[in-house]
């Protein structure tokens, strides 16, 4: 296992939920010198100096500052979230027999991945202090719950085609009749307070299990949450070792694509557009914003379909990305994703400059997909923008699959981004340092 690959497991491991993939991402920029930044406080900017900043705990944009004046942003775009399960506010579902947790799904998930396997809580508590209110992340280091499957004996009809009742089907087993009122008491113990100081929570289920490398030569690699932190995790590599940009390079990693980014800490938010206006005006050049967007480069960096080893038919017939055969890039006619030929061609140069491979997607034309942060993240800071991802197998899955070789691919190809400089020359021509 490189150690690209122990890296990244080593942060989805941590990442249980969006909350813990900001702070894992906090620690690492504070390794590597970056300074954090208050929303609510002043910023003084220095030129060659890297910061972050986040906005509810689970979204965090992170810039470095070239030396020089600047033309433009080179941004990175990516999401914390995954499809989860949400625990409601009154927990406890219990009989004489049994305590479940009462959840709800968060996005779109395979429900059936769900099953039998073993789950934990993880999130954020909100605790009475005498001051106000503080934010305490818990995770649950332990086997805690359980989805059970119906014996095929009672439902035979469960590999023909079953529909999941998410008020019914779904809900996890926390223990036997005598876990009432255990719950609540866990968290606060967890959270280091008193059940009573508790005032508010956002609490999910994840999935226990490493993340592995396997195949006849180790060529794929499974974990929880590939999509997105995968990608995550890429950009923030990617920034950290790009210590020289001619442009202002950002790693933007927000939350809530999976239900449509329409939060204050999503791509349908001022998140992104008020940091670069705040940087822009730090660097004195505010009144020249409109035309450092022109000379900017976003890439939206959500996983894309690999071509499915038993169910080829789904592909389109000339876009079948494969695992490790690199970075993929993801058209739509219906801008679905953002990518159109001029931003295609700046970012085929740039993966070749870092000598990655490439490949294209599309969906089949009678098959509609899903969509990505990009288009959103446009109608607030617009900008040429390319739609990519690395090609994954059982997408929305509790345990996806990848390639092992691809994280490095976009590694080194998102590091070419932040060094890079746009300028738009007009009439469809730029000039691509």
């Not at 491991?13 to 969006?18: E, F, I, N, S, W």
């Not at 995968?230 to 940009?245: K, Q, R, T, W, Y």
Request: contains cysteine; hydrophobic residues 40%; charged residues 20%.
């Amino acid at each position: 296992m490189n150690q690209t690959i122990k890296d990244l497991f080593s942060f989805i491991q941590a990442a249980k939920t969006p909350f813990h993939a900001v702070a894992e991402a906090k620690k690492l920029l504070l390794e590597a010198g970056f300074a954090a930044l208050n929303e609510a406080d002043e910023w003084n900017l220095l030129p060659g100096h890297a910061y972050f900043t986040d906005r509810n705990g689970s979204a965090l944009i992170a810039f470095r500052l070239p030396e020089n004046e600047p033309d433009g942003f080179q941004i990175v775009a990516s999401h914390s979230d995954s499809p989860s399960f949400k625990i409601k506010e009154n927990a406890e579902l219990a009989s004489d027999v049994y305590v479940r947790l009462n959840v709800e799904p968060y996005g779109g998930m395979i429900c059936s991945s769900w099953f039998d396997r073993p789950l934990s809580v993880a999130g954020r508590v909100l605790v009475k202090t005498e001051t106000g209110v503080e934010t305490r992340l818990i995770s649950f280091d332990k086997d805690l719950l359980m989805i059970p499957n119906v014996a095929i004996h009672m439902n035979r009809s469960v590999n023909s085609g079953y529909a999941y009742n998410m008020a019914v089907d779904m809900m996890p087993l926390f223990g036997d009749g005598n876990a009432k009122g255990a719950f609540k008491k866990l968290v606060a113990e967890e959270a280091g307070c008193a059940a009573d100081d508790i005032l508010g929570n956002d609490l999910f289920l994840y999935n226990r299990m490493p993340g592995t490398e396997w195949g006849e030569a180790n060529e794929f690699i499974s974990a929880p949450r590939l999509d997105d932190l995968e990608c995550a995790f890429s950009s923030l590599s990617a920034l950290i070792s790009a210590d020289n940009p001619r442009s202002v390079a950002v790693a933007a990693i927000l939350d809530n694509e999976e239900v449509g980014s329409g939060t204050k800490q999503g791509a349908d938010s001022d998140f992104l557009p008020s940091v670069l206006h705040r940087v822009a005006a730090a660097l004195g050049k505010e009144a020249d914003f409109t035309r450092m967007t022109a000379n900017s480069f976003m890439v939206s960096a959500d996983n894309a379909h690999a071509v499915h080893p038993n169910h080829p038919e789904y592909a389109d017939p000339t876009h079948r990305p494969a695992m490790n055969g690199g970075i993929v890039i993801k058209f739509n006619a219906n801008q679905k994703y953002t990518t159109d030929g001029v931003s295609n061609a700046l970012f085929e140069i740039l993966c070749k400059r870092a000598c990655v491979p490439y490949q294209f997607f599309a969906n089949r034309s009678d098959l509609p997909g899903g969509s990505t942060l990009g288009n959103i993240s446009n109608t607030h800071v617009s900008m040429n923008t390319v739609d990519i991802g690395l090609p994954q197998l059982a997408m929305h899955s509790a345990y996806e699959t990848a390639g092992a070789k691809d994280p490095d691919f976009l590694i080194a190809a998102l590091k070419e981004v932040f060094l890079a400089s746009v300028k738009a020359k007009g009439n469809g021509s730029y000039t691509l340092l």
